[in-house]
């Protein structure tokens, strides 16, 4: 039995795979059953809900979890293949933070012996994310290199500067794949690269893929990368078994290598399709309106449905957009509607937006929860002070140290007031970062007496650790357990202390291998890496259920938090600013001509462009409506925040006409 479960967000498609699963192993264990979900989180969520009297393994992953543990496994099958053949005995797996921080050390060495990239104006760092982007968007789409190269030539079509940047930058990727086959490190992309080439190739691995699994159960298949197809693909047609679930309305994952639109071309006439009609996060006239805005931008049809859109504020400044959505939300407040269960959503949370939004809440007592403001580790006042002692302890590299983080770190170690912190952190700096006597400054009465004790032991923690050699890690672990850990730290600080510590871990282990950098440095270039980090040196956190603030958020964050399934209010803020039509491309880097739907047309060219970016923004848009139930306003400016006149054309297909009710200034 071969089974699609269709339908739109909220109308039960996991659960019923849920459902299936607990059958399967109800009757026939759970050894045999492979289960591939989108992402960790949803693995996490899945193993919570699993309850069975008796189980065998749980064979939950995501695609790229499945892929790691398989090559793992199977590492000798694939060395042996290797140039070099059996040199160790376990690969090194490479996380996102530190093949981004390899990549842009290449692109930085690059730059200063070769007059390359001068017409970018990204960062080193900027370009080293497109250039892993590249890699791991050509794995996902079963591309070697050279088609890789092939397809970025072709993108660059008669721009002789394009041609010449590009080239570099494809001999920078060729130049870092080398590095991490020959030191056997692997980033995503070299990991799914060897997947499929030596073990999906390998008749011996795939009879024993047979004999382990008999039944297959897929969420979110719309979602799933082309290589994650190609492995499902074989599954199901050897398993007893297979149920698989699809969302025809998301087509939100093209930037990071979904393809729904395969998906339906390969899966659906091998399976039976069950449609589930029905949502249960979103209401009647808000799937009516999803379906008629695609009507309206792709068919030009008049927009119809329109009976969910509550309100629409439209203004000549900015200031005066964002007051009236306070206002509006009040007003829903006043009502009974909980805070969290409002969602504003704008195309950018610039710092004025959220300043204004915030100060205005506030004074009613109320707060923000903004999805757009990373946490990243060095955001958080445990995790940072593990970096701020580091330096204080090795004076060598305080020159990344700021005034704000010694602040806090002494704030949350010495428990002192900002003012006294600030007096101690001005002291500090005059004497080159070595933390001066008290009795010399004659500052003892004022800091206090207890405060004064905390101070000196602390100066002579750091005094003892500046005559020892510790590698990094061990010094995180003695500034926790000695200096921390007595401070009564959260789930969220404790969490972020150990990410930190595994971090460092992962990083020497990789870095090592990278010759241009020397192992006495290692230390200094994670603090470097940290400091200048990319997306991946985020704290993995999920905020607490009983916080209630009203949420602020871009499309995106807002479709890929964890912690929202469904709102009653969406508020739609700029709704004329072109910022909703972002391109998918950047200056190196473009997920579509990488996708097999560029075989078709071969080319890129503004309409594509264009198009692509309206397909986005309705796929956006749907998903959103999907998760609301009870209204939406929309609100505009006339003048943006930097005072220009805004002409996105999203504004002219969303007019609530004659059935909205409009607040104009």
Known sequence: MKTIYSGPTGSGKT????????????????????????????????????????????????????????????????????????????????NVETSHYLMSKYVEKNRQYKDIFDYISATSAQIAVQLIDNLNQAAMNNLSLEELEKRLLIWAADDQEKIVVLNEAIAIMKTFRKFCIDNRILDYSLMVDLYNQELLANKEYLQQLRDRFQ?????????????AQKLILFLLKNCQESYLTYNPEEG????????????????????????????????????????????????????????????????????????????????????????????????????????????????????????????????????????????????????????????????????????????????????????????????RSRIGFDNSAKYDYLQEWLREKQTQDLELEHFFQLVFA???????????????????????????????????????????HFIDMIYNGTLAAEV???????????????????????????????????????NWFRSIAKELFNPYILSPQWKK?????????????????????????SKATDGLCLADSYLNSRGWEQEGQLYEWLQAGDQGVKSND
């Not at 905020?543 to 958020?553: A, D, G, M, R, T």
């Not at 080319?603 to 198009?611: H, Y």
Request: some cysteine; hydrophobic content about 40%.
């Open 15 to 94: 659960t019923q795979l849920l459902n299936k699963y607990k059958e399967i192993g109800s009757t026939q264990g759970t050894d045999g059953c492979l289960v591939l979900l989108k992402n960790a989180a949803s693995k996490m969520d899945w193993r919570k809900k699993v309850d069975l009297e008796t189980m065998g393994m749980l064979n939950v992953y995501t695609y790229f979890s499945f892929v790691q543990s398989e090559i793992s496994a199977y590492w000798p099958w694939i060395e042996i293949k290797l140039p070099g053949g059996y040199t160790t005995i376990d690969p090194t797996f490479m």
């Open 215 to 227: 039944y297959l159960l897929v969420d979110n298949l719309e979602k799933t990368v082309p290589s």
């Open 252 to 443: 939100i994952n093209k930037f990071f290598g979904g393809n729904a639109e395969l998906a339906q071309e390969v899966f659906f006439p091998l399976c039976e399709i069950k449609e589930l009609e029905e949502s249960y996060t979103s209401s009647k006239a808000a799937r009516q309106l999803a379906s008629s805005i695609y009507q309206t931008v792709f068919e030009n049809k008049e927009l119809s449905g329109n009976g969910f859109i509550k309100k629409e504020i439209n203004s000549e400044l900015r200031g005066d957009m964002l007051l009236d959505t306070v206002k509006e939300i009040l007003i829903l407040l006043e009502q009974g509607a909980a805070p969290d269960q409002i969602a504003i959503i704008a195309p950018l949370i610039d710092k004025v937006m959220e300043f204004t939004l915030e100060r205005y809440l506030r004074a009613e007592g109320y707060s923000l929860l903004n999805l757009t403001r990373s946490k990243r580790l060095v955001d958080i006042p445990f995790s940072q002070a593990l970096i701020t002692l580091t330096l204080l302890a090795n004076p060598a590299w305080s020159a990344q140290l700021t005034y704000s983080s010694l602040q806090q770190t002494l704030s949350l170690v010495l428990k002192l007031d900002p003012i006294r912190s600030a007096t101690l952190t001005d002291e500090i700096f005059k004497n080159n970062l070595q933390l001066p006597d008290l009795d010399q400054l004659e500052l």
């Open 482 to 524: 000695e200096l921390l850990s007595p401070l009564t730290p959260s789930q969220e600080d404790i969490l972020a202390c150990r990410q930190m510590i595994d971090s460092v871990t992962k990083f020497k282990k990789v870095v090592k291998n990278f010759k241009d950098i020397p192992e006495e440095e290692l230390g200094r």
């Open 540 to 578: 993995l956190y999920n905020y607490p259920e009983e916080e209630q603030k009203i949420v602020l958020s871009t499309p995106y964050k807002f479709l890929f938090s964890p912690d929202i399934d469904q709102v009653k209010y969406l508020f739609w803020l700029d709704i004329s600013s072109e």
């Open 601 to 625: 047309k071969n080319n890129w060219d503004d309409q594509t462009d264009q198009e692509l970016r309206k397909e986005q923004l309705i796929a956006n848009l749907q998903s959103i409506l």
